[in-house]
């Protein structure tokens, strides 16, 4: 199972230049998991994923990290990734 997580804050502006380039990814494919997760309310995890910067977009399959893009990407950078990703 590949898993697209995205890691923002709501106080980021490129967080949220980033949530509608995200929202169009994910109409392309049912069969990936996409997570928001929120830094500031899952400080936990954003720790685990050892995040230091928001926007970063991990892309994962069963688990294992494939892809890491810190800051906001052109639409199709996270495509082709998720694509290679489900190869």
Same mark, same amino acid.
């Given at each position: 199972m590949v898993t697209v997580k995205k890691f923002s804050a709501s106080w980021c502006g490129p967080c949220r230049a980033l949530a509608p380039v995200m929202n169009e990814v %994910?109409?392309?494919?049912?069969? &990936?998991?996409?997570?928001? *997760?929120?830094?500031?309310?899952?400080?936990?995890?954003?720790? %685990?994923?050892?995040?230091?910067? &928001?926007?970063?977009?991990? *892309?994962?399959?069963?688990?294992?990290?494939?892809?890491?893009?810190t800051g906001a990407a052109a639409k199709m950078t996270y495509v082709n990734a998720i694509n290679e990703s489900l190869k």
């Amino acid at each position: 199972m590949v898993t697209v997580k995205k890691f923002s804050a709501s106080w980021c502006g490129p967080c949220r230049a980033l949530a509608p380039v995200m929202n169009e990814v %994910k109409t392309q494919f049912s069969n &990936v998991l996409f997570e928001d *997760i929120d830094v500031d309310e899952a400080s936990d995890i954003a720790s %685990k994923y050892n995040i230091r910067s &928001v926007p970063t977009v991990v *892309i994962e399959s069963n688990g294992k990290e494939l892809h890491r893009f810190t800051g906001a990407a052109a639409k199709m950078t996270y495509v082709n990734a998720i694509n290679e990703s489900l190869k």
